[in-house]
């Protein structure tokens, strides 16, 4: 979206009673900072998420830069989130070497310098030689999230991050081994476990139910293609969409070759890949399904609202969140 429409559904969340409005910088796409900047000046409450930058096309200095002038913008509002990025996408524009190592040196470089730290660090990666930012930071600490799917990725985020993001198409079931992941790379590291757990879903809000449901198919349709073709390097990730999703295996292949044959995800997505990968249904219902999703550890939910009107499905929930 432009900056100019993300503002307008930025002062929508924030009327509506949302906590936080997250941008996902996906490469070749627009760069998010325009966006995330127009809205930090447009709003006065909610959070701004930065989910996420990949340090394969922006060194962690640069990530650190970028974020702490976010902050200052917003009056400590801003959030960075850091992820390995898709391999798929990177490989066009540079070897997609040692994905790991380069997400534990980019959290490490960064966090350090937006806590107002020199830096002296030198990674398998990435390297920083008595570097620390020329301004004064509004926070002691702006948060550094670490976006993961698979285990590896998850222990580094609790080994050096200060919340987890987890992405979309992620099964509800993850979300606890998520976190026990968290708590073993945390406890290797001698440190407290993240308690902030970010999940994005795509999300169909509708006074009609039924409605909401066959709206948001194309959505999901359209991610599990994506995902399941760029994640082809990595089964990990794979794993990660794929299992404890509770549709038999043999069913889960079958639509992802329909997809791929370019069938509509209307007819071969079941009520089960809706209940399974977003939020659909009522207001009410979306609320309760958030609430579930609460109780699987999740601390926070980032909403991708796929119908034509954003601002219509925003105001439905709002105005049901502001009533509980």
Not at 204 to 218: G, I, L, M, N, T
Request: charged share 20%; hydrophobic share 45%; aromatic share 6%.
């Amino acid at each position: 979206m432009s900056a100019q429409r993300c503002v307008k559904l930025a002062r929508a969340a924030e009327l509506g009673a949302f906590a936080s409005i997250w941008f996902a910088e996906n490469l070749y796409e627009r760069g998010i900072l325009p966006a995330a900047s127009a809205c930090a000046v447009a709003t006065e409450r909610v959070r701004i998420g930065i989910g996420v930058f990949n340090p394969y096309n922006r060194h962690p200095t640069l990530m650190a830069m970028e974020a702490g002038a976010l902050d200052e913008l917003s009056n400590g509002r801003a959030v960075l989130g850091i992820g390995s990025g898709v391999p798929q996408w990177i490989a066009r524009i540079a070897p997609h070497e040692k994905p790991l190592a380069a997400l534990r040196d980019a959290v490490i470089i960064s966090r350090e310098l937006l806590a107002g730290r020199t830096v002296t660090y030198r990674g398998r990666m990435f390297a920083a030689d008595q570097v620390h930012l020329g301004f004064e930071l509004r926070r002691k600490q702006v948060p550094v999230y670490v976006a993961a799917m698979a285990d590896r990725a998850l222990k580094i985020c609790g080994e050096v991050g200060d919340g987890l993001i987890i992405g979309n198409m992620c099964p509800p079931a993850y979300t606890r081994h998520a976190i026990a992941m968290l708590g073993l790379g945390a406890k290797a590291a001698g440190r407290t476990s993240p308690v902030s757990i970010v999940k994005y879903v795509p999300c169909s809000v509708h006074r009609d139910a039924r409605e909401a449901q066959r709206a948001v198919k194309p959505a999901i349709g359209a991610m599990l293609k994506s995902y399941w073709t760029a994640y082809e390097t990595s089964p990990a990730v794979r794993s990660t969409i794929a299992d404890n999703n509770e549709i038999e295996p043999v069913r889960f292949a079958q639509v992802l070759h329909r997809l791929g044959e370019g069938r509509d995800p209307i007819m071969e997505l079941d009520d089960r890949f809706v209940a399974t990968y977003a939020v659909a249904g009522t207001a009410e219902q979306c609320l309760e399904q958030a609430a579930a999703l609460g109780q699987t550890g999740v601390t926070e939910l980032v909403f991708s609202f796929v119908g034509p009107e954003p601002e219509a499905e925003l105001q439905l929930l709002g105005a049901a969140l502001g009533g509980r």
